[in-house]
């Protein structure tokens, strides 16, 4: 029996998978091994796993050296973790954080994150782990690999022309992201009905010539209803653009009007590259994006 499996049986002797919280156990060792070669875990490195469940990851991780700090929502899932990963525990090699991943306090100095996540909360992670890697009293992120569900990856790099949306856009003003091996079903206990895909995300560090926070905005009201032309989306300001520094609903308007007959606004969001995004943020902040 392989180690994955063992793990995965243990647990399940515990306790039957939750579907609610979505437990699907990688069983085969080679993916969980290609998962942390992918991310290039070495000793100096300190791991984020989110949603260990039985250990699988945790124990492939441990083995490089690195130190880990592990978030489990499940109680019984906690149990068997303090109970299998007693000595790494005890020497501080492994922190475990008992809790909701998406609303604990991470660790300020992680330095990559690695995962096999439930499915449900692919996208809100993301948004967590690019406010982590924003946020300007932490150490920022140099990868994270994520094993998610293939439809979902393929949205974040705009795999297909049908892939572009808001969501792989909004990624690409902080990451670069790429997709891994595929894994079929079977490679899990229970199965999913889906097949999932290795995600990495690393930071390019760009820095974009209007405010990051503008461009999301504009990104995200514009494919709420991507079938519409550009004039027709932004024409209004969006909700929260006094969160904004600089910006109120009448600069918004006023940059709008300034803008009708800028041919730009007669496309559709899904015409645009990241950088046309970034041209008609300039636009609309006031600027001549040439200059």
Known sequence: ????????????????????????????????????????????????????????????????????????????????????????LDEGQLTLLEGDALTVQW???????????????????????????????????????????EEFAERVVMEYESDVGSLGMVVALDFDADMGIRVPPHAFSPMPKVHSRLLKLEPHEEAWPCDRRLLVMMIQQAFAQRRKKLRTTLKRAPKRIGRVPGWHAQRWNDAYTRLLSDERMEERPEMFELDDWVALGMAFTGHNEEE
């Open 107 to 149: 660790p300020s100095d992680v330095t990559k994150l690695v995962a096999n996540i439930p499915y449900q909360i692919s996208s809100p992670l993301i948004d967590r782990i690019t406010k982590a890697h924003r946020h300007p009293h932490s150490e920022p992120f140099e990868t994270a690999v994520m094993l998610v569900q």
């Open 1 to 88: 029996m392989n180690q994955a499996r063992r793990l995965v049986d243990m647990l399940r002797a515990l306790q039957p998978p939750d579907k609610s919280l979505g437990q699907h156990y990688l069983v085969l060792d080679e993916v969980l091994a290609s998962t942390v070669e992918w991310a290039e875990v070495s000793s100096d490195d300190h791991v984020l796993e989110v949603g260990p469940g039985p250990g699988v990851l945790t124990e492939v991780l441990l083995k490089t050296g690195c130190k880990v700090t592990a978030i489990e929502l499940d109680e019984g899932a906690c149990w068997h973790l303090r109970h299998v990963f007693k000595t790494a």
